[in-house]
Nanobody, 124 residues
C-alpha cells in the first residue's frame, strides 16, 4: 500500500506563490507516476498536473499552464508543485495522486492512490 502525505498549503494573496510537496512511502517511488488534482467547494475534483515515473513526460491543465511547475525527486520520494502567480480561482484542496504505471491519466478514476489533501486559499 502506498501512503501519500501532502504539505505546503496555506493562505496567500493574489499573485503570490506556494510550493506543495507530497512524500510517498510503501512502494519504490520510481515505479509510480505522480499527479496533482484539486477540488474547490461544490465542484468536482479536477486534474492539475502529472509527471511520469522518470520525469520525462509532464503535462498541465490549461488553467495552470505557465504558472505551475511539477517536479519530482526520486531520491527523496517526493513530488512537488510550484505554484506561481496564484489567483483566487486556484483556491481548493490540492490532492497528490499516484499511479502504478508509466504515466497517469487526467481522469480521477485513472489513479490508484490518493493523499489526504492540503488546503490552498488565495485571497483577492
Amino acid at each position: 500500500q502506498v501512503q501519500l502525505v501532502e504539505s505546503g498549503g496555506g493562505l496567500v494573496q493574489t499573485g503570490g506563490s506556494l510550493r506543495l510537496s507530497c512524500a510517498a512511502s510503501g512502494r519504490t517511488f520510481s515505479t509510480l507516476a505522480m499527479g496533482w488534482f484539486r477540488q474547490a467547494p461544490g465542484k468536482e475534483r479536477e486534474f492539475v498536473s502529472r509527471i511520469s515515473r522518470s520525469g520525462g513526460s509532464i503535462s498541465y491543465a490549461d488553467s495552470v499552464k505557465g504558472r505551475f511547475t511539477i517536479s519530482r525527486d526520486n531520491a527523496k520520494n517526493t513530488v512537488y508543485l510550484q505554484m506561481n502567480s496564484l489567483k483566487p480561482e486556484d483556491t481548493a484542496v490540492y490532492y497528490c495522486a499516484a499511479f502504478r504505471g508509466v504515466v497517469g491519466g487526467i481522469r480521477v478514476q485513472s489513479w490508484d492512490y490518493w493523499g489526504q489533501g492540503t488546503q490552498v486559499t488565495v485571497s483577492s
